[in-house]
Every structure is written in C-alpha cells, then in structure tokens.
C-alpha cells in the first residue's frame, strides 16, 4: 500500500510531489554552483562566510517577526482567506519584523564582527544585516504563494532564492567586486531579485486586489499562531545550522567552509524527505486519525528503505566528487559528509511522521522531536568540536539526526486515537503551547 500511495502521489494534482523534489534539487544544484564559485575565489573561508550569512539572518529574521512565513500560509487558506485585511497585515509585519530584525543585527554588529566574522570588516558586517529584511521578505513571499495555492509559484521561489546569486556573483565580478564584499553584495542583490518576481506574481494573481488598511487585532492572531505553530520550524533550522555558528566560533571558518561542503552534500538525501512530508501533510490532514494512523504506518517501512537505499550512491558521490568540483583543499570533507548520511538514513520515516502529526492536529509532538535532537546537537558540538573540527561536528550532526527520528517514532507509538486534536478555529492544544 505504502508503494500504491507514492505512485498516486505521483499522479496527482499537478504531480505536487514530482514538481516540489524538481525545485529543491535545481535549488540545491544552484546552491552548490554558487558554494562552487565562492570557493574557487575565496577559498575554504569564503565559503565559511557565505554559509553563515545564508543561515544567521534569515534565523534572526523569522524569530523577530514571530514565525510570519510559518504562519502566513495557514492564515491564507484558512478561515481568514476572505479577510482582505490580510495581505497587507502580513506585509506590514514582514517589513517591520525585517526592520526590526536588522535593526537589531547592526546594533551587536561591532560584537559579530569581533567573534563570528573576524575577517569582515565592520562595514561590511553592517552591510550583511540587511538581508535580515531581505531574507524575511523572500520567505513571506513564498509562504503567500503556497497559502493561495499558487504552488508553482512557490517552487520559483524556491529556486530563485538560490539560483538569483549565481548572476548578482557574476555581475559583481564583471564590474570589479571581488572577495567578501562580492559574496555579501551578491545575496543582498539575489533577495531583491527573487522578491521582485514573487511579489510581481502575487499582484498579478491578485493578491493585493480589494486590500484593506493592516489590523493590528489580525497581527496579533497571526503572531500568536507563529510563535505556537513554528517552534517546531524554528528548531529544525537551529538544528540545521547551529552547528555552522559553533563551528565557526570555535574552529573557525576555514573549517567551517568544509563542514559546509560535507553538510550540503549529504543533506542531498533530504530533499525526496522534505518532498513527501509536504504532499502527505494534507492528505494525512483530510482523513479520520485511525485511516491516517493505518496509511502511515503501512508507508513507514517503504519511506525508510528508500532514504536508507539512497545513502549508497551517495557515499561513493561524496568519496569522488567533492575533491573534483571542489578541489584537494576540501578533501577534509569526505569523512564528514559520510557520517551525516548514516545519521539521516532514517529520514524518509522522520518525514512520514511528520506529515501524520501535522495532519491529526499534534505539531506539538513534532517540535518536542526536533527538541531532542537540537539538545544533543548543542551538547555534542560542545564537546566534540574543539578536539575533532568538522568530523565532531558531523558526529553531532548525525546523533542529532537519528535522536529527532527516534523521537518522532516513540511520539507515533504513543499517541493514540483518543489523543488525536482536531484544529478548530483559533484554539492551540496544550502540546503547541
């Protein structure tokens, strides 16, 4: 049955699964070109920097804008879709929660500069703090385009937010910019771009006809429901990139551009993962809890062998190609890159229950999951870091990645029918609180 679900995933509306794993490997392909070109120029500490600006403002900005691109899409196609204050609520809160956000990343400038971009100057750490405001604008947009079911329009996004950096690089490179402020300026410029057509989509789907004055009553709403329902997504990304803020302050970014190489090409085995937990969340969501219990479970095996089969081609991938595309200075990153895929090997069974805990009601359950991973995460890195580099890092990485899934499951066994939560209007469970 598990096999008959994705071959019907595959036929569906659109072929969702299909076009969703499409978009995040040319994003991912992009995202390696563009990690391709910063290391060629700026070596293994460029690409240190880059990885950490692509992950720390976009971090700052979600978490002072109280989880606005999280919350965005349910509000869009919830209840409130018809509420034409919507729209520009939730543009305003992603202006002022950008503003805010790099407000806030140009006053600790003076101490970033100091400890985690060492080799920046101060201006161009000032300079990297507004893509708190960028990035924020980029990911609420992409939320709008999937909450009014402008799927396709969300999958450019997704695309574009990486893809957009390889011509800013190119351009700046053409007129004379070189070095960090050719990385830092080239993100900067990729937000815009990115923004610009998705936003252009947006009003020309729609999206602002018939808008009202912002509400400060609707804000609050869509605030309360970010900062419930996206713990969880606020955790999987502290448990994503955490390790590359601690790696960089103790080891420094030189390994860090390694870790980052190793990192991206085995999260590789994420992306079918990431696939089927966005196509299997809403069909999980229209059935009763025991169906939805049945259909998971009877998938789970199948899910689990198709990640765990994928780590195979993907070891020998790593051994070879890493050292080719990026060079002997990377080679470090071939053992690091092998131990994270033993930790994701359970990926596609993380992604399954996932789907089934958002569709009954209980994200809750998920966020504790990614908790537990994000507690080892730290612990480990702590430990593990200063006396191994990046191979302690990607030991973490993996305890963590395998602790998240083993969580899930024992949350999969536990919750039973009776203690399935149905969302109803704006009540949280006590498991979201």
Not at 59 to 88: C, D, H, K, Q
């Amino acid at each position: 049955m598990g096999t008959a679900l994705i071959r019907a995933l595959l036929r569906g509306r659109k072929n969702l699964l299909v076009t969703n794993v499409a978009a995040r490997v040319a994003a991912l392909v992009s995202l390696s070109l563009a990690t391709l070109l910063v290391a060629r120029t700026n070596g293994p500490a460029g690409v240190g920097i880059y990885a950490l600006i692509r992950v720390l403002p976009g971090l700052i900005g979600v978490v002072i804008s109280a989880g606005l691109p999280g919350a965005v899409t349910y509000f869009l196609a919830g209840p409130e879709r018809n509420n034409r204050r919507l729209p520009l609520t939730v543009v305003a809160m992603a202006l002022v929660g950008g503003a805010a956000g790099t407000a806030l990343w140009m006053a600790g400038a003076p101490l970033l500069a100091g400890h985690v971009f060492p080799r920046l100057s101060l201006g161009l750490v000032l300079l990297a703090g507004v893509t708190v405001l960028t990035q924020l604008v980029v990911a609420t947009a992409k939320s709008c385009s999937q909450g009014t079911d402008d799927l396709p329009g969300a999958n450019r996004v997704i695309v574009n937010e990486e893809f957009m950096f390889l011509p800013a690089y190119g351009a700046l490179w053409f007129v004379g910019f070189h070095g960090y402020a050719a990385s830092i300026t080239g993100l900067l410029l990729a937000d815009v771009a990115t923004s610009v057509l998705a936003w252009n989509r947006l009003t020309r789907r729609g999206f602002f006809r018939h808008a009202a004055p912002p509400s400060t009553g609707l804000a609050r709403r869509i605030a309360g429901y970010g900062l419930r329902a996206q713990v969880g997504g606020i955790v999987t990304l502290l448990n994503l990139r955490l390790d590359f803020i601690l790696l960089s302050a103790l080891a420094g970014p030189a390994v860090l551009g390694v870790y980052a190489i190793a990192s991206k090409f085995a999260e590789l085995l994420k992306i079918p993962a990431l696939a089927l937990t966005y196509v299997l969340y809403p069909k999980y969501a229209r059935e009763d809890h025991a169906t939805a219990r049945r259909k998971a479970r009877r998938l789970l095996p199948k899910a689990g062998l198709l990640t765990a089969g994928a780590i195979v081609p993907l070891w020998f991938a790593a051994t070879y190609l890493i050292p080719a595309l990026y060079g002997s200075d990377f080679r470090g990153a071939i053992v690091p890159a092998h131990i994270i895929l033993f930790g994701l090997a359970l990926e596609g069974v993380a992604a399954v229950i996932t789907a089934f805990l958002y569709g009954i009601g209980r994200p809750g359950l998920n966020s504790w999951g990614m908790a537990a991973g994000l507690a080892v995460t730290v612990l480990l890195d702590l430990l593990l870091i200063p006396p191994f580099g990046a191979s302690g890092a990607a030991v973490a990485s993996a305890v963590a990645y395998a602790t998240g899934t083993l969580a899930l499951v024992c949350f999969f066994w536990w919750v039973a029918p009776n203690r399935a939560f149905v969302w109803r209007g704006r009540s949280f469970s006590e498991a979201d609180a």
